[in-house]
């Protein structure tokens, strides 16, 4: 493959895995890059690996000791409406979301999107829900509608010294139409990244059904 690098030869983690073209089979490490395995391709040919774009946010991240930070907190990749394999992350002060699409012969990222946090702090559907400028977090993009991401914020106070948590929301936000959806959650029940595939074509009929004004 022509954008391909030498496999890595530390410490690779797999932190999500999905297909491409039905015969490309795709693990990512998000502070590294992603490894494919062509299954068309003979044994010597195989495998090959693919950078994270150099112009992703480092979040002062040291690749050798991973388990100091989750980076599934602020980016993730996904294979977007079967046709663009796309990386989403959130800059180092939580206030950017930053789209790269891989070009379709997997030899570069090109940054495609650029969405500021404060967008949806003003948006008409935000205010109504009585929240604070949250600072959001777990990006997930939809695997069934280009440019839509779902992200998580937590409502948190000190009182007394003490962390309180105040409740949780999923937020869907359509880049490209500037559209945002909140979603109280009943208990602060989302930790850790979601699955992309069907999830997104759930939420949005879930938000649709529960959610008709927002």
């Known amino acids: 493959m022509s954008g391909s ?3 890595p030869s530390s410490r690779f983690s797999i932190d ?3 297909s491409y073209r039905g015969s490309l089979l795709c693990w990512v490490d998000l502070l590294r890059g992603m490894l494919l395995c062509d299954l068309n391709q003979d044994c010597n040919n195989k495998f090959s690996f693919i950078n994270l774009p150099q ?3 480092t979040y002062d991240v040291n690749p050798e000791y991973p388990d100091i930070v989750r980076p599934d907190e602020f980016r993730s990749m996904a294979c977007v409406c079967a046709a663009h394999i796309k990386l989403i992350a959130l800059d180092e002060y939580g206030l950017e979301l930053i789209v790269w699409t891989l070009s ?3 030899s570069g990222w090109t940054m495609t999107c650029k969405y500021n946090v404060e967008k949806i702090w003003a948006n008409v559907s935000y205010q109504p829900a009585r929240l604070r400028q949250l600072a959001p977090s777990l990006p997930v993009l939809s695997i069934h509608e280009d440019g ?3 992200l998580v914020v937590n409502d948190e106070t000190i009182v007394d010294r003490r962390l309180v948590h105040k409740g949780q929301y999923l937020l869907r936000v359509d880049m490209e139409n500037d559209e945002v959806r ?3 959650q009943p208990t602060r ?3 850790s990244q979601l699955f992309a595939s069907e999830f997104s074509a759930h939420r949005h009929t879930a938000f649709t059904a529960s959610h008709p004004v927002i």
């Open 55 to 57: 112009d992703c946010p």
């Open 5 to 7: 690098h030498p496999l």
């Open 189 to 191: 029940r989302i930790c």
């Open 148 to 150: 839509v991401v779902y």
């Open 182 to 184: 909140v979603s109280p």
């Open 16 to 18: 999500l895995c999905f």
């Open 104 to 106: 379709p012969d997997l």
